[in-house]
């Protein structure tokens, strides 16, 4: 969040007093001029009203079935997750998370008045939220995401709670001024954000239009719009709004990211290329003869392939999601020694078993446990029994970003950790890749082994 502190002092304040007036319009009436519908007013207990502060509906398009999973990210004192309960009913679950702990404490005890068992209340950031991977079908906020100040942070996490083709229908603050006051979408985005500023009152935080939409459109959100303005304001510059979006499946975002990126760019100047590939090739020839079968997972446009056919191999095989990286490499080399396959790495399945598995820069992109655990059941079922796997990343003191899109930093321990029982850890080695810009990135290459199941 922005500035905790003074976030936390403003809602427990509100928490405790909530006919204290803020300054911004809250309880019954609230709710009604924002098409709360009257069977969930009367459906809940009358005192809890007096908590909605809500800043839009974000019910109107969240289409919430019965049996769902939804997550409420900044549930104050529990209004939006009671109505949600109504939505999902018995044979649904409500996740309501909030930093401030008088809040979690107040919604915890208007679940109970409602008799709502099926509630459950975190306290908790919105960045890391102790949830599974794809484990929620819908995520609503009123008035919440505003307040943090690494937005980018907060959508990557909504992303990876998400369920593939679930959605998020949110109410929230937006910038109506001319001229913005607030940062650029670049610094909007960052997590830099002084205190001095006035988060409390939803003015600090808040983004143009547009630039939310963009900022959910590079988290891997698709059918982002925003879907109305509500009456709601904190300041002459500010205005609520409410938003829709739905989650790409991690396939298909991968595919058009990386589409974009190889149909757009000079492939020899973005900043993981490399003309002489030496480290990698090092590597391959210590552990793959001349007649080996070689597979290089997302090869993107590398000269890794160029290189090994000029070493005399003759088995090899080239996997990347983008079809124009691949087209690329394709005309460079016109070689009847190369197989290409486009997919994406975590739906790869073949019944060719190889001699050695290379990937360059593709694991650290895998940000959820369960696409890690996916990736290496992919490897072990495409390598021969006792082959070698081959697998460079950012290290822990290197890049946190590479291509627009946030990575998983290793060392030998992260790595270690994360490998099945039959895939094991033979060693790691540091190495400084200098870009085509002349600046550095700091890799890690693994060398695992596979044993026999």
Request: charged fraction near 25%.
């Amino acid at each position: 969040m922005a500035d905790n502190t003074q976030i936390i002092n403003l809602y427990t304040e509100l928490a405790q007093n909530p006919d204290k007036d803020f300054g911004w319009d809250k309880g019954l009436d609230n709710a009604k001029a924002h098409d709360y519908k009257e069977e969930w007013t009367n459906a809940l207990p009358t005192e809890i009203w007096q908590y909605c502060a809500a800043v839009g509906n974000p019910f109107i398009h969240a289409n919430i079935k019965e049996g769902d999973t939804v997550l409420d990210l900044g549930c104050g004192a529990g209004v939006d997750v009671l109505v949600a309960q109504l939505h999902v009913r018995n044979k649904g679950k409500v996740i309501g998370v909030d930093i401030t702990p008088k809040m979690i404490q107040k919604a915890t005890e208007h679940a109970q008045l409602a008799g709502f068992s099926n509630v459950t209340l975190l306290e908790s950031s919105f960045d890391n939220i102790a949830l599974e991977d794809a484990s929620v079908d819908v995520v609503i906020s009123n008035g919440a995401i505003n307040l943090t100040a690494c937005k980018e942070s907060v959508f990557t996490e909504i992303y990876r709670v998400l369920k593939p083709n679930g959605t998020i229908s949110f109410a929230d603050m937006i910038d109506i001024s001319k001229e913005a006051e607030c940062c650029s979408l670049e610094q909007n985005s960052c997590c830099n954000a002084s205190g001095e500023k006035d988060w409390a009152n939803c003015v600090a935080g808040t983004m143009k239009e547009n630039e939310l939409i963009e900022l959910m459109q590079k988290a891997g959100f698709e059918n982002v719009a925003c879907t109305g303005l509500t009456h709601y304001t904190t300041s002459e510059t500010t205005q609520g709004a409410t938003f829709y979006a739905t989650k790409i499946p991690s396939e298909k975002f991968r595919n058009l990211h990386w589409e974009k990126i190889f149909q757009t760019k000079d492939y020899t100047q973005v900043l993981w290329h490399q003309n002489s590939p030496k480290k990698s090739l090092d590597l391959i020839r210590s552990f793959a003869k001349n007649d080996a079968a070689i597979i290089d997972a997302g090869c993107g446009a590398s000269l890794i392939v160029d290189n090994l056919l000029e070493l005399g191999y003759k088995d090899i095989t080239l996997l990347d999601t983008s079809r124009t990286s691949l087209e690329v490499v394709k005309n460079r080399i016109n070689s009847l020694h190369v197989n290409y396959i486009c997919g994406d790495i975590l739906t790869f399945s073949t019944q060719k078993k190889f001699d050695l598995w290379h990937d360059r820069a593709v694991f650290h992109f895998l940000l959820s446990k369960k696409e890690r655990q996916k990736y290496f059941e992919v490897l072990s079922n495409s390598l021969k029994d006792n082959a070698t796997a081959i697998i460079s990343t950012f290290r822990v003191d290197g890049e946190i970003q590479c291509a627009g899109l946030d990575i998983m930093p290793y060392n030998y321990e992260k790595m270690l950790a994360e490998l099945p029982k039959n895939l094991e850890l033979i060693e790691s080695e540091e190495y400084t890749h200098i870009t085509p810009k002349e600046s550095e990135q700091k890799y890690i290459y693994f060398l695992i082994k596979k044993h026999p199941l």
